[in-house]
């Protein structure tokens, strides 16, 4: 890829950098991110870019879909991902009107 052009501040910017790539992945999402990284694993020359000027800070979603989990194990990182997670915490419930809390079920013993 010989010339980029972007859209910034209502104005087209060219940019005359050479990236000897074979595949531009526009997004830096959980999909871009993936096909990057599958990509990648494959010899694959790639360029990953995002309008985002850093990685989001915060949390987007509470779990791991099992097909994603699929995903992670065909790229060989599900050990890591899943010993870099964390259990999500269970639920209880408190009753205004009796105030009582119901514990989650799997913790039962915990509240006695």
Known sequence: MKVIIIFKNWKFIHLTKHYDIDVLVVGAGPTG???A????????????VDK???AFKGSRAKGVQPRTQE????HGVLGEAL???GQYPRLGAF???TSTITPPRSSAAQWI
């Open 33 to 35: 991110s993936t096909l």
């Open 52 to 54: 985002a000027p850093h």
């Open 95 to 97: 009753d205004k009107m």
């Open 37 to 48: 990284a599958d990509l990648l694993r494959r010899g694959i020359r790639v360029r990953l």
């Open 71 to 74: 995903v992670f194990g065909d």
């Open 83 to 85: 010993a870099e997670g």
